[in-house]
């Protein structure tokens, strides 16, 4: 794989993070999730760092 094939993957894998993120900010309730800030801090930059925040959204069942 080419850095540029690469590249491609990285930068569609965000997109995809990201409608994932827009999709449990619009169903969940607020502070479910970390805001992507958070992420950087608590996780670390790198897709899977946003992929591990999001599967550990959960909204509170109370």
């Not at 996780?43 to 946003?50: D, I, K, L, M, S």
């Not at 599967?55 to 109370?62: E, I, T």
Request: glycine content about 8%; charged content about 25%; some cysteine.
């Amino acid at each position: 794989m080419s850095d540029q094939d690469g590249n491609e993957v990285i930068r569609s894998a965000w997109a995809a993070l990201k409608l994932v993120r827009m999709a449990i900010e619009q169903t969940c309730p607020a502070g479910v999730l970390p805001s992507e800030e958070a992420v950087l801090l608590l996780y670390g930059p790198e897709p899977v760092h946003e992929g591990e925040a999001l599967a550990k959204a959960k909204p509170s069942s109370g």
